[in-house]
C-alpha cells in the first residue's frame, strides 16, 4: 500500500492551495483519512481529517479556510486550503487508515511529504 501526496507548491498570503493524496495497491477497506503538516522546529501536528462516511475534523488555526474531502471512489483525499497565512508554510503529510484483508486490523500509512511554502 502506498499513499502518493501531490500539489504543494508556494504561493502568496492570501492564495489558495489545493493537495491530493491516492492511496495504491492491495486493501479491501479505506477508513479514515487525514492530513498532518509539520514546520521547521514543530512537532507534526493534525490539520484535518475525514472519516468514510464524511464527517470532518479541523484544526482550530484552519477552521473556516481549509476544507477535506474523500472520494472513496477513487482512493483520494483532498484538501482545500484558502486565504492562506505565512504560518501555514510546512510540510504536509496525508495519513490512511487501511484494511489490507478482511479479518485483519487495519494500519495506519503515511504519505510523502509535500511543502507548502507561503510568502507574506
Known amino acids: 500500500v502506498q499513499l502518493q501526496a501531490s500539489g504543494g507548491g508556494s504561493v502568496q498570503a492570501g492564495g489558495s492551495l489545493r493537495l491530493s493524496c491516492t492511496a495504491s495497491g492491495s486493501f479491501v477497506q479505506l477508513n479514515d483519512m487525514a492530513w498532518y503538516r509539520q514546520a521547521p522546529g514543530k512537532e507534526r501536528e493534525l490539520v484535518a481529517s475525514v472519516t468514510g462516511g464524511g464527517t470532518t475534523n479541523y484544526a482550530v488555526s484552519v477552521a473556516g479556510r481549509f476544507f477535506i474531502a474523500m472520494d472513496s471512489a477513487k482512493n483520494m483525499v483532498v484538501l482545500q486550503m484558502n486565504t492562506l497565512k505565512p504560518e501555514d508554510t510546512a510540510v504536509y503529510y496525508c495519513?490512511?487508515?487501511?484494511?489490507?484483508?478482511?479479518?485483519?486490523?487495519?494500519?495506519?500509512?503515511w504519505g510523502q511529504g509535500t511543502q507548502v511554502t507561503v510568502s507574506s
Open positions: 495519513n490512511a487508515d487501511i484494511r489490507r484483508r478482511w479479518g485483519r486490523d487495519s494500519n495506519i500509512y
